[in-house]
């Protein structure tokens, strides 16, 4: 369902143009951006989204926020499997409440349960006749509930950023290896249990479930750009043990095998 706020009072210190859910998301490009500040987040399937010259998959309870004006592009990965919710809104509240957290865009991995659930839980009390001043209210909480999750990000991040930023680098430069749990906790001088749960607390996934991803991502962009490689080639040259288990992994995340992926693209 969508709603569309055609009169906006834009007096009020927030206001909300437009809310989505159980959205079967289309392709939207946007050259010149959006008049309005533009909170969207992955539901079910997977998309794609493109900004300041970076591509990013969006994969369930993972959210981008772009700022108005801001050039974007985004797209369902497989195409009519991505679901998305989303919110549209301006006022001049909007950069005292976030503060220095605002730029560009900000791109949110695994969003926690309370902000992943929001517009689910209020869309449906959202019509096209809705008081302005309760329209406002629901940005507003929306975007305190926004500030406080990266305001713990940030509280974590400034304590154990040196080591979580070493890990995460580590699986980026070696993603193609075998990696276990207490290999990381050796890297780390964490316990396993201890590592994972403050990665989990920084980036929304443990290590290996960032591991798996980085695998995933690596690998579509194998079968789009390197059309003479095997799958089994692509499997190994990505980390995984085996191509059957590739295979699988790749159709529990997209819901295609890498050859229907690499046919559709």
Not at 41 to 56: F, L, M
Not at 181 to 190: I, V
Not at 205 to 230: C, E, F, G, I, K
Request: with cysteine; aromatic share 12%.
């Amino acid at each position: 369902m969508r709603v569309v706020f055609t009169q906006i009072n834009a007096k009020l210190p927030l206001y909300l143009e437009s809310i989505g859910y159980d959205w079967h998301q289309e392709t939207v490009l946007r050259p010149r951006g959006y008049d309005y500040y533009h909170w969207l987040q992955t539901i079910h399937g997977q998309g794609s989204c493109r900004v300041a010259g970076q591509t990013y998959i969006l994969g369930p309870g993972d959210a981008v926020l772009f700022s108005p004006a801001i050039p974007h592009e985004y797209w369902a990965t497989t195409p009519d499997q991505w679901e998305t919710q989303y919110l549209t809104f301006g006022g001049a509240g909007v950069i005292p409440i976030l503060g220095q957290n605002l730029t560009d865009y900000r791109l949110l991995r695994r969003t926690p349960a309370e902000l992943r659930h929001f517009i689910a839980e209020h869309g449906p009390e959202v019509g096209a006749t809705a008081d302005p001043n309760e329209l406002s209210l629901l940005i507003y909480r929306f975007l305190l509930l926004l500030n406080q999750t990266w305001q713990n990000g940030q509280q974590l991040s400034r304590q154990y950023a040196t080591i979580l930023q070493a890990t995460k680098h580590y699986l980026d430069q070696n993603y193609q290896n075998p990696i276990t749990n207490q290999e990381l906790a050796h890297h780390s001088g964490f316990s396993s249990q201890h590592l994972n749960r403050l990665f989990k607390q920084a980036y929304h996934v443990t290590p290996l479930q960032y591991l798996n991803d980085l695998r995933l991502r690596n690998a579509q962009t194998l079968l789009l750009s390197q059309p003479q490689l095997t799958v089994e080639q692509i499997a190994i040259q990505t980390g995984f043990s085996s191509a059957s288990y590739f295979i699988a992994q790749f159709h529990q995340q997209l819901h295609l095998t890498p050859r229907q992926f690499r046919r559709l693209h």
